[in-house]
């Protein structure tokens, strides 16, 4: 089953949120730039998709043309695992093209041991992570 919904913006800083459903994963691709002021609106529209088609894995795909600052990647890698704490979801993040974060310990670090989401720089380290996950529920 692939259900889809796409958001666009033009102006100052460009985005395009395509949010996909493939099989019982749960797939956000975010390009352009990044737009969220507060990042736990981000997460939030993450859940939301989540538990709207009842998905219980997410795949984040950034491929955003500008690196965000060392504030904005705290910010996002620290409120993902505040936002998903109180869920049942597992969420990897694929920096698509290896710049966006200024180094993958900040999402380590931020995340304080929490193990619902885990940041890569490799699409298919992503999807292997999230696979005895799916294994595990039957999926």
């Not at 975010?30 to 795949?59: C, I």
């Not at 694929?94 to 380590?108: G, I, M, R």
Request: charged share 20%.
């Amino acid at each position: 089953m692939i259900q889809s919904k796409s958001i666009s913006r033009s102006g100052t800083t460009p985005y395009h949120v395509l949010i996909n459903q493939v099989a019982d994963v749960l797939q956000i691709t975010l390009s352009g730039h990044w737009f969220y002021n507060d990042p736990k609106a981000f997460w939030t529209m993450v859940v939301r998709e989540s538990q709207s088609r009842d998905l219980q894995h997410a795949l984040i795909r950034l491929q955003l043309c500008e690196p965000l600052s060392i504030k904005e990647a705290c910010e996002l890698s620290g409120s993902a695992n505040a936002a998903l704490s109180n869920h049942d979801i597992r969420v990897a993040v694929v920096d698509s093209n290896l710049n966006s974060f200024p180094d993958k310990s900040f999402w380590d670090v931020a995340g304080s041991g929490c193990f619902k989401s885990e940041l890569f720089m490799q699409l298919n380290d992503a999807e292997q992570w999230l696979r005895p996950a799916l294994k595990s529920s039957n999926i």
